[in-house]
């Protein structure tokens, strides 16, 4: 998402490229090889300057594996925002996110998000077209309850992949669902209860966006000085000291420990920060239940009920 530069419509210039090929060699250094795109990124800039590293990179598309998003058409000539899932929208933005990209293919593609005139039996049919033709292997979701992926997979020949939500020490409304169930506090909850549940009977990849809060827990410029936000910065900070690894690394690996499989999308281009997160798989192998208690209690800033 940080890749190409700012949301802007001008062009893509050299030092944006630069930085995408010094992001992603540090991603690659860092154990990392899965890439999340959408076609809406920076105006498709994200993905163009992604397509200039692979092409720069010989052999690197069959390394790695590609996803990205449609179905966000962004405000613009008199229009505003809205969601497009039709069948044709589909096809023709994945072609598009495919020349920007350089390739003839995406391992993944995702629904961006639900769109209320989206018919399933539409979006099955751009899938098994694109399918066929072997420009998406597989399709997922993005922001999707359990009834919307249901209602959805009731016209898909072939299981859906994925599913990414806001997932985060912070936004943590993905547990607060669960263990509100039956109190007077679940009302207040946005998050849509029985997601997690639904990907883990169906075997769905739970992908996590926005993992590291925008920093907050680990030295964001502006963090609080004081309240729930300072108190779980600090415990952070001791925990990354314990197990010797960076602050980032513990707020992932807290999300990572979680059984459902949770994969964090790094949100960041900057390489140090990137750096940082290398060690979160460890952490999670490493992080007991007392621990993994203590950083969610005392993120939500009161006892759990």
Request: proline share 6%; hydrophobic share 40%; charged share 20%.
């Given at each position: 998402?940080?890749?190409?530069?700012?949301?802007?419509?001008?062009?893509?210039?050299?030092?944006?490229?630069?930085?995408?090929?010094?992001?992603?060699?540090?991603?690659?250094?860092?154990?990392?090889?899965?890439?999340?795109?959408?076609?809406?990124?920076?105006?498709?800039?994200?993905?163009?300057?992604?397509?200039?590293?692979?092409?720069?990179?010989?052999?690197?598309?069959?390394?790695?594996r590609l996803q990205t998003k449609c179905g966000i058409r962004l405000p613009g000539a008199g229009q505003t925002?809205?969601?497009?899932?039709?069948?044709?929208?589909?096809?023709?933005?994945?072609?598009?996110?495919?020349?920007?990209?350089?390739?003839?293919?995406?391992?993944?593609?995702?629904?961006?998000?639900?769109?209320?005139?989206?018919?399933?039996?539409?979006?099955?049919?751009?899938?098994?077209?694109?399918?066929?033709?072997?420009?998406?292997?597989?399709?997922?979701?993005?922001?999707?309850?359990?009834?919307?992926?249901?209602?959805?997979?009731?016209?898909?020949?072939?299981?859906?992949?994925?599913?990414?939500?806001?997932?985060?020490?912070?936004?943590?409304?993905?547990?607060?669902?669960?263990?509100?169930?039956?109190?007077?506090?679940?009302?207040?909850?946005?998050?849509?209860?029985?997601?997690?549940?639904?990907?883990?009977?169906?075997?769905?990849?739970?992908?996590?966006?926005?993992?590291?809060?925008?920093?907050?827990?680990?030295?964001?410029?502006?963090?609080?000085?004081?309240?729930?936000?300072?108190?779980?910065?600090?415990?952070?900070?001791?925990?990354?000291?314990?197990?010797?690894?960076?602050?980032?690394?513990?707020?992932?690996?807290?999300?990572?420990?979680?059984?459902?499989?949770?994969?964090?999308?790094?949100?960041?281009?900057?390489?140090?920060?990137?750096?940082?997160?290398?060690?979160?798989?460890?952490?999670?192998?490493?992080?007991?239940?007392?621990?993994?208690?203590?950083?969610?209690?005392?993120?939500?800033?009161?006892?759990?009920?």
């Amino acid at each position: 998402m940080g890749l190409g530069g700012g949301w802007s419509s001008g062009p893509l210039e050299a030092a944006q490229v630069a930085a995408a090929h010094e992001a992603v060699q540090t991603a690659l250094d860092s154990g990392i090889s899965d890439f999340d795109h959408a076609d809406i990124y920076a105006h498709g800039k994200a993905e163009e300057a992604f397509g200039k590293v692979l092409a720069g990179r010989s052999g690197l598309r069959d390394q790695i594996r590609l996803q990205t998003k449609c179905g966000i058409r962004l405000p613009g000539a008199g229009q505003t925002g809205w969601y497009d899932s039709s069948r044709e929208a589909i096809i023709a933005r994945v072609e598009d996110s495919l020349r920007r990209l350089g390739t003839d293919r995406v391992d993944t593609l995702l629904i961006h998000r639900p769109d209320p005139l989206a018919h399933p039996e539409d979006i099955a049919a751009a899938f098994e077209q694109l399918k066929d033709a072997g420009k998406v292997l597989r399709l997922g979701v993005s922001n999707m309850s359990a009834d919307q992926m249901r209602w959805l997979q009731s016209a898909l020949p072939d299981p859906l992949a994925a599913n990414q939500l806001e997932m985060s020490l912070y936004r943590s409304g993905w547990l607060e669902s669960g263990v509100l169930v039956n109190h007077p506090e679940s009302a207040a909850v946005g998050f849509p209860h029985g997601a997690l549940e639904y990907c883990q009977a169906n075997g769905l990849e739970l992908q996590a966006w926005g993992p590291l809060a925008q920093g907050r827990y680990s030295g964001a410029p502006g963090a609080a000085e004081t309240g729930p936000d300072a108190a779980t910065a600090e415990l952070v900070s001791t925990l990354a000291g314990e197990k010797e690894c960076a602050p980032e690394a513990v707020v992932l690996g807290w999300l990572m420990r979680h059984p459902a499989g949770i994969r964090p999308v790094v949100g960041t281009s900057k390489p140090d920060r990137i750096r940082a997160c290398s060690d979160a798989e460890r952490v999670a192998r490493s992080m007991t239940r007392a621990e993994w208690y203590s950083l969610w209690v005392s993120a939500r800033g009161r006892a759990l009920p």
